[in-house]
């Protein structure tokens, strides 16, 4: 089975500071994906990833970065964590370039005080 | 633009009965697919089906039947035989062409909470 770990369940920053959220997937896909997900929106894609040291936005960039130097990890920045950051964030991994299933992380939860 | 709709924010069944999570979406491309997830309690977004837009047959896995009707733009998940284990949250996807990319993403609805008693 596909593995994608997200390295925290939970989080709590302070206004500010510079967050990392890490994400490992162990099945060697080159797709990635960062979302975010709140009540009553569903998930928001912030960036994705085709290759390594490759990016792209997605719909929601603004107050993020990622990171990608190794194929199996995809690391999203908050660059200078706000309250309207807190959010649960989900990180996903698929093998094909086309939308074949997502292989979901178990999330991390971010509360930014 | 694209957009998937889940109208349902939340829906009640009883263990055993048959229960229809409905989803609408719109888009401009003319290939696509459409995807179903389940989240339970616990957080992780389980994949459950797909349906591709020019499959001819609605898609089935186990106890979930996708109901794809084209023309309506729909693509409601049924769920067969509830079972207590099936309270989640279910989200409604659908990919979506990235200009100049040559790659798709996913576009997810709302999502609609399920809930099973016994």
């Known amino acids: 089975d596909v593995k994608v770990t997200q390295s925290s369940r939970y989080l709590v920053k302070r206004t500010g500071e510079k967050v990392f959220l890490e994400c490992v997937q162990d099945?060697?896909?080159?797709?990635m994906f960062w979302y975010r997900q709140d009540p009553g929106l569903g998930l928001r894609l912030i960036y994705f990833?085709?290759?390594?040291?490759?990016?792209e936005k997605g719909d929601i960039p603004e107050g993020y970065s990622v990171s990608r130097e190794k194929k199996e990890r995809f690391s999203l920045i908050l660059e200078s964590a706000s309250t309207n950051q807190t959010s649960m964030y989900l990180c996903?991994?698929?093998?094909?370039?086309?939308?074949?299933?997502?292989?979901f992380g178990n999330g991390t939860r971010l509360t930014v005080t | 633009a694209q957009k998937i709709t889940q109208t349902q924010p939340g829906m009640f069944v009883q263990e055993k009965e048959a229960v229809t999570l409905d989803c609408t979406y719109d888009?401009?491309?003319?290939?696509?697919?459409l995807f179903w997830y389940k989240q339970p309690s616990s957080g992780e977004m389980i994949f459950l089906i797909y349906?591709?837009?020019?499959?001819?047959q609605n898609a089935t896995e186990g106890r979930y039947s996708l109901n794809f009707q084209k023309a309506r733009k729909s693509a409601n998940l049924v769920i067969s035989a509830s079972q207590l284990g099936d309270s989640a949250m279910y989200f409604c996807?659908?990919?979506?062409?990235?200009?100049?990319?040559?790659?798709?993403?996913?576009?997810f609805g709302t999502g609609t909470r399920l809930l099973v008693s016994p």
């Open positions: 099945m060697d896909h080159e797709n």
């Open positions: 996807a659908m990919s979506q062409q990235i200009m100049n990319t040559g790659f798709q993403k996913l576009v």
């Open positions: 349906q591709g837009s020019y499959d001819q």
């Open positions: 990833s085709y290759d390594v040291k490759m990016k």
């Open positions: 888009t401009s491309d003319p290939s696509y697919g």
């Open positions: 996903a991994s698929t093998l094909d370039r086309l939308a074949s299933p997502l292989h």
